[in-house]
């Protein structure tokens, strides 16, 4: 069976660890896509630190709209976004899973523009980062993104999505996951709604 995700052709450079950064979904309740919030500035910062922290490659999922790629992110476009955050977590996922040599990926969402490198570092740090490793940001002791996912986990965390839920149910029922606090480098707030 085809996937509905166009991910592109394999590649044959390596990359250790590669970011996801989740841009797909139409934004409802913030009034537009969020990728393109701010003038793209969310999108840039998102990119920015993935690639500062630590990943070898980043990949944008892209559904309700198009934005130009920042310097060292890739697009993968997710035509069926609107079935919920998991179609975007899978288009992710899969091209990720399309490099060499992955030994993990770190999720990361638009809407969350306070994250910066020194997190991603802590978070690989935290994990590795190996294969085997889960791994999760908590800011004040309130989980949330990113997200490190060990590549011996990507296939049981695809075959967990659905709707528009995300990594999180596979998180939810492990007792190995790894809680990075991250507090003292940034709030962790999510954008649901625009600032008034």
């Known amino acids: 069976m085809q996937s509905p995700i166009e991910s ?17 979904g139409g934004g409802t309740r913030y009034g537009m896509p969020k990728i393109l919030a701010e003038q793209g500035e969310w999108l840039r910062a998102g990119v920015a630190a993935l690639t500062a922290g630590g990943c070898g ?9 198009e934005a130009e790629m920042p310097r060292g992110a890739e697009a993968v476009r997710v035509p069926t976004w ?15 899973l399309d490099c060499e040599n992955v030994v993990g990926v770190v999720l990361h969402v638009v809407d969350i523009p306070d994250v910066s490198a020194p997190q991603v570092e802590r978070l690989l740090s935290a994990a590795g980062p190996t294969p085997g490793s889960l791994a999760r940001v908590s800011h004040f002791g309130h989980i949330g993104h990113p997200v490190y996912i060990g590549a011996d986990h990507l296939g049981p965390v695809l075959d967990s999505l659905t709707g528009d839920r995300g990594a ?11 809680e990075v606090e991250c507090g003292d480098l940034g709030t962790g707030t999510d954008h649901d709604f625009p600032r008034r």
């Open 8 to 24: 592109g052709a394999a590649d044959a450079g390596a990359a250790a660890v590669v970011g996801v950064l989740l841009a797909a």
């Open 57 to 65: 490659r980043v990949f944008v999922t892209m559904g309700a709209a």
């Open 82 to 96: 609107d079935r919920g955050l998991s179609e975007s977590v899978r288009g992710g996922l899969v091209r990720a």
């Open 168 to 178: 999180g149910p596979y998180f939810a029922g492990r007792h190995d996951v790894i």
